[in-house]
């Protein structure tokens, strides 16, 4: 377990060196691909990076803030918003280095296509032992991932371009509790989900 502090500002990629480094994010797995990160938020402005954790129905990621924090729009945690997931390669590539990742204030990264059109509100995802499903609320960035990654990283993310491939992230709840594991598979289904 590796807990960060919000630290001090790196280089942040202009517009065209994001552009020239987006296909290697669209390459991302469409159907089965990996959790390569797991970050609990268990404070404002900190971060914990852990190698398995907890997703609960109620909870959301069990050691974050979640539940308790709230948000703008609600008093307690959104369960329209109960988990954020990221794209690894737009988080790595928008964070110049790995280690700066966990600053984008996600939960969940993924190596994943999660493009509105291969994983449009409703569709589930099994992660390890845990089945979330994508919500309909959009994951916009705020002024904390401006300050950390650059408005140029919020201008690409948030351009007609990267709003179809949710650049920036999509929300999540979780629908069937279970244990994640850093490397495990993370299983996209269209229709319902196997059962047991």
Same mark, same amino acid.
Request: hydrophobic share 35%; proline share 5%; charged share 25%.
């Given at each position: 377990?590796?807990?960060?502090?919000?630290?001090?500002?790196?280089?942040?990629?202009?517009?065209?060196?994001?552009?020239?480094?987006?296909?290697?994010?669209?390459?991302? @797995?469409?159907?089965?691909?990996?959790?390569?990160?797991?970050?609990?938020? @268990?404070?404002?402005n900190k971060r914990?990076?852990?190698?398995t954790a907890t997703l609960d129905v109620e909870l959301g990621?069990?050691?974050?803030?979640?539940?308790?924090?709230?948000?703008?729009?609600?008093k307690g945690g959104d369960p329209q918003r109960q988990v954020t997931v990221m794209n690894w390669r737009i988080a790595k590539l928008v964070a110049v280095h790995e280690d700066r990742i966990p600053l984008a204030g996600d939960q969940l990264y993924v190596d994943l296509d999660?493009?509105?059109?291969?994983? @449009? @509100?409703?569709?589930?995802?099994?992660?390890g032992d845990a089945v979330i499903e994508i919500t309909r609320p959009p994951h916009l960035g705020c002024k904390k991932f401006v300050e950390r990654f650059g408005l140029d990283a919020m201008n690409f993310a948030n351009s007609d371009f990267g709003r179809s491939r949710n650049l920036r992230g999509v929300n999540a709840k979780v629908l069937s509790s279970g244990c994640i594991s850093v490397g495990g598979e993370v299983s996209v289904h269209r229709g319902s989900v196997p059962s047991e």
């Amino acid at each position: 377990m590796k807990t960060m502090h919000i630290g001090l500002f790196e280089k942040h990629l202009s517009f065209d060196e994001i552009r020239a480094g987006i296909d290697e994010v669209l390459r991302s @797995p469409g159907n089965a691909g990996t959790l390569k990160l797991i970050v609990q938020r @268990p404070a404002v402005n900190k971060r914990r990076t852990v190698e398995t954790a907890t997703l609960d129905v109620e909870l959301g990621l069990v050691g974050d803030n979640w539940l308790t924090r709230g948000s703008r729009w609600r008093k307690g945690g959104d369960p329209q918003r109960q988990v954020t997931v990221m794209n690894w390669r737009i988080a790595k590539l928008v964070a110049v280095h790995e280690d700066r990742i966990p600053l984008a204030g996600d939960q969940l990264y993924v190596d994943l296509d999660l493009g509105k059109q291969n994983v @449009p @509100p409703g569709t589930r995802l099994t992660v390890g032992d845990a089945v979330i499903e994508i919500t309909r609320p959009p994951h916009l960035g705020c002024k904390k991932f401006v300050e950390r990654f650059g408005l140029d990283a919020m201008n690409f993310a948030n351009s007609d371009f990267g709003r179809s491939r949710n650049l920036r992230g999509v929300n999540a709840k979780v629908l069937s509790s279970g244990c994640i594991s850093v490397g495990g598979e993370v299983s996209v289904h269209r229709g319902s989900v196997p059962s047991e």
